[in-house]
């Protein structure tokens, strides 16, 4: 009454066998998705102009699209009647963008370690599980306070808002990376 054994395993079809349903769009469906995007953006540009146009007001309030280009270029490549150096675009970027940067380097400096330590160690992750979790669930205006009445409008305040913003973040991936790896591995 028992079931034979099995001993002879049939070859499978090939994967490459199995039809894809991925398969390219034909080429008028990419070139009607194309029209229709740059439809979008151009009647957007139309209803930005027109938009411009009405003032109840004696103050244009809507700049016109091609106003705001040329702007754009003055405060980009420079306009000596204006008054604007070259570069002003640039110097104003980089400010806000070191101090995101200063933060995320602080972020990757405690994060990673804390990972890794939930990752490999149940007891640290227990221990670290609450703080990460109640740093994650933190609404970022109270970071932005908090950043902003400790260290105030300097370089640290905005660094330290990044920091404590993206440290759950890489501390939770760690974590979760680890605890994928073989512990073989390890």
């Known amino acids: 009454m028992g079931?034979?054994?099995?001993?002879?395993?049939?070859?499978?079809?090939?994967?490459?066998?199995?039809?894809?349903?991925?398969?390219?769009?034909?080429?008028?469906?990419?070139?009607?998705?194309?029209?229709?995007s740059l439809a979008g953006a151009v009647s957007l540009l139309v209803l930005w102009q027109l938009a411009s146009g009405y003032s109840r007001t004696e103050f244009d309030l809507l700049p016109g699209p091609l106003q705001v280009l040329q702007r754009m270029g003055d405060y980009t490549f420079g306009n000596e009647l204006e008054g604007i150096e070259a570069g002003f675009v640039f110097v104003n970027f980089w400010e806000p963008f070191r101090k995101t940067l200063i933060g995320f380097a602080g972020a990757l400096a405690v994060g990673v370690p804390v990972g890794i330590l939930m990752g490999r160690y149940r007891y640290a992750k227990n221990f670290f599980f609450d703080f990460v979790y109640l740093a994650a669930n933190v609404p970022l205006i109270v970071y932005a306070i908090l950043g902003l009445l400790l260290f105030g409008l300097g370089d640290t305040g905005p660094a330290f808002v990044v920091a404590l913003l993206v440290l759950p973040v890489i501390a939770l991936n760690v974590a979760a990376g680890v605890e994928g790896v073989d512990r073989n591995l390890l």
């Open 3 to 36: 079931t034979p054994p099995v001993t002879d395993i049939e070859q499978a079809e090939s994967v490459s066998a199995i039809p894809l349903a991925t398969a390219k769009r034909p080429a008028s469906t990419r070139w009607k998705a194309t029209a229709y």
